[in-house]
Structure formats: C-alpha cells, structure tokens
C-alpha cells in the first residue's frame, strides 16, 4: 500500500505565484490546498526558485488564511493581499468542519489563536461562545496559533472548559501544513524520503514504489519552463511522467499534483 499519510508535495514557488492578476494568484494556492486536503496531504513545501521576499510574504499570508478555520477568521485584519480570499473555495480540512458554539467533547482536537496570556492563565479562542482555558502552556504569546485538546468540557455555566497544546497525532489528518523552503539549502529534504520527480521525459508509472508504511514519499514537480531537476539538486529514486498522450502542451503544477496523486491514490 501507499500511504498518502505520509506522502510530501515539493512544489516551485513559481508555479503557484504567476501571472498578473492577485485573483487567479489566491485562485491557485487555494487549488493546491484544496488538492493537498483532498487527500490527506501533511505536508506541502514550495520550493523558493523565485527569491523575493515579498513573493514568499504574500503566498504564506494567503495560505495562512485560506487554513484557518472560519470560527478564527475574525482574528486577521484583512490586508490588500487578501483582498480575493472570500472567492476562494473553502478548504474544509477536519479542523475547519467545526461549528461555531458547539461545545467540545472530551478529547476533541481544535485549532485554537491564544487571546490572552499572563501568569494567571492563559486563554484560548476555539470556536466556542466563550474562551477556553489553556493548561500547562508556559510562556506564549497572545496571538500564537494552536493545535489543542479538550480534557474538560464545560460542565456548568461558572466553569471554563480547559484544554493542553498538542503536536498532530501520528496517524490522524487535520490540515496540510504549508511551508516555504530554499533551492540552495537542502536541509529540509530528508534522505529517508524516496523521491520522485514528475516530468514528461519519465518511465510513465509508479512500479516499484515502496510498500513500507514507514517510508516518506517526496513528489517533486517542475514549473513552466523547468522540470525539478533542473531547479534543484536533489537526487531522485524516481522519474514518472503522468500522462505518455497528454492533448495538451504542458500539465499545470496544480493539475499535475492532483493527477500524480489520484494515481497514487488508486494504487491503495
């Protein structure tokens, strides 16, 4: 079996950030998020071939809305560049199916944005009609961004429900998690993960993949002009090329992921 659990999509900057308009721009990310949901996708990197810190800022303050749950969307002042988010479609990863107000059972996971925190006690905004109180948070910042647990519901109406921060549990799909990562420095490429790179110019399959549900799978796609080769130095396990007969002239990195991994998908 391949686990998509456990499957990473490398993605040129470029590919996601082109063309004139900010609207087909939010358009797009929005698309690679949805696709990463779609199939339970933890982890998405965009590889920085672009190398403009404005480019970087603009895309992960996209995607940093695009994934918050609705519930917590009323703690970002909506700049200029979020200024087409609200066409966007919604991503509805499992943190973002919750209702706003229905109260937690015990061991729920929520996202959660601290509101307050001094040494008294720390609060924390998780979709209810009153805040919820963080437990064993030590030293945060009023504004983080968390992931918790609910290990006592509001019991009565004089209580506070009360949760701790958690790291995803091994095993469980909450949302993708974005993160942009340099060409030069290949730190963040794991030599655990088998990597293979999508390009016309491959074997045309996925045989051969690792059976093992310990192994990482690493997706490489190329941009417009490049293929991931030839934008980064990573040594590949693998060359696929997606579709031997395309009738069009070039797969768009947004089609190719979904392709690549509805293939992936079907060899489960």
Request: aromatic share 6%.
């Amino acid at each position: 079996m391949v686990p998509l659990s456990k499957t990473v999509c490398v993605i040129p900057l470029s590919s996601v950030w082109f063309g004139a308009h900010l609207r087909e721009k939010t358009l797009r990310v929005a698309s690679i998020l949805r696709t990463c949901g779609i199939f339970r996708i933890p982890t998405l990197l965009l590889l920085d071939d672009v190398g403009e810190r404005v480019t970087r800022d603009e895309v992960k303050e996209i995607a940093d809305y695009l994934l918050l749950p609705p519930y917590l969307k009323k703690h970002t002042k909506l700049s200029d560049t979020l200024r087409y988010v609200g066409i966007a479609p919604p991503i509805k990863t499992p943190l973002h199916q919750v209702k706003f107000g229905s109260e937690p059972a015990l061991g729920e996971v929520r996202a959660g944005i601290v509101v307050s925190a001094d040494s008294n006690r720390t609060l924390v905004d998780i979709g209810l009609h009153d805040y919820c109180e963080l437990t064993g948070a030590g030293q945060i910042r009023a504004g983080t961004r968390v992931v918790v647990q609910v290990i006592s519901p509001k019991s009565h109406s004089n209580d506070r429900p009360r949760a701790k921060i958690i790291t995803t549990p091994r095993g469980v799909y909450l949302q993708t998690e974005l993160r942009i990562v340099p060409t030069n420095d290949l730190s963040w490429v794991d030599p655990n993960w088998y990597k293979v790179e999508l390009t016309r110019h491959g074997s045309g399959n996925w045989s051969q993949l690792p059976r093992n549900e310990n192994r990482w799978i690493a997706i490489f796609v190329g941009n417009q002009r490049d293929d991931p080769s030839a934008i980064c130095s990573v040594s590949f396990d693998k060359r696929v090329c997606l579709m031997h007969y395309q009738g069009v002239e070039t797969i768009r990195s947004e089609e190719a992921i979904f392709i690549a991994l509805s293939q992936l998908s079907g060899l489960n």
